[in-house]
T-cell receptor, first 115, second 113 residues
Framework: GAGVSQTPSNKVTEKGKYVELRCDPI?????LYWYRQSLGQGPEFLIY????????DSGLPNDRFFAVRPEGSVSTLKIQRTERGDSAVYLC?????????????FGPGTRLTVL | AQSVAQPEDQVNVAEGNPLTVKCTYS??????LFWYVQYPNRGLQFLLK??????LVKGSYGFEAEFNKSQTSFHLKKPSALVSDSALYFC???????????FGSGTQLTVLP
């Protein structure tokens, strides 16, 4: 079946602009996660949704970052007033139940470049 | 706080030889451990996980990993490496209560023909 999809695959923006990154999880998966991967590093957790609600947003770096999942499926990560330090690959993952033993399945990522 | 260490940034091995990619972890309570592989310009692909039971876990593409509680390690292994195994490998850990994965910094595996 279809895996996790993310759009756009690449996004170039200017400092100070607003961007939205979209994630389509695997159909039927209740849990959805956002991670950020900087060059040469492992992914770092940003936020986790169980259904429509953000169950854990402790990884969001500041209030410029916000994410929604209004219908419990597609999620959008929103970044306001982008800074050059926001440049990274943003990865989305989904899992069937969201419990500790679940496997997270990752999308291909969105590469964000802030000029 | 939980953490993962991958002590080798780069591992080189000749095709046909066994390979090992090292991982050690720190977590409160029992760990749930995962290995993922990342090919260039692609997302992370799940290889295998340890939840409980047998310490030797078998996964995709002939990979296996051995959980060692006393050494807090979860090394990835394959008996005979292929050139196509060349990629970036990540170890990750999660505890009983958390839902987020904590990743290591990754190990670049190069299999030489």
């Amino acid at each position: 079946g279809a895996g996790v999809s993310q759009t756009p695959s690449n996004k170039v923006t200017e400092k100070g602009k607003y961007v939205e990154l979209r994630c389509d999880p695997i159909s039927g998966h209740t849990a959805l996660y956002w991670y950020r991967q900087s060059l040469g590093q492992g992914p770092e957790f940003l936020i986790y949704f169980q259904g429509t609600g953000a169950a854990d947003d402790s990884g969001l770096p500041n209030d410029r970052f916000f994410a929604v999942r209004p219908e419990g499926s597609v999620s959008t990560l929103k970044i306001q007033r982008t800074e050059r330090g926001d440049s990274a690959v943003y990865l989305c993952a989904s899992s069937p139940r969201g419990d500790s033993t679940d496997t997270q399945y990752f999308g291909p990522g969105t590469r964000l470049t802030v000029l | 706080a939980q953490s993962v260490a991958q002590p080798e940034d780069q591992v080189n091995v000749a095709e046909g030889n066994p390979l090992t990619v090292k991982c050690t972890y720190s977590v409160s309570g029992n760990p749930y451990l995962f290995w993922y592989v990342q090919y260039p310009n692609r997302g992370l692909q799940f290889l295998l996980k340890y939840i409980t039971g047998d310490n030797l876990v078998k996964g995709s593409y002939g990979f296996e990993a051995e959980f060692n509680k006393s050494q807090t390690s979860f090394h990835l292994k394959k008996p005979s490496a292929l050139v196509s195994d060349s990629a970036l490998y990540f170890c990750a850990v999660r505890d009983l209560w958390g839902r987020q994965l904590t990743f290591g910094s990754g190990t670049q595996l190069t299999v030489l023909p």
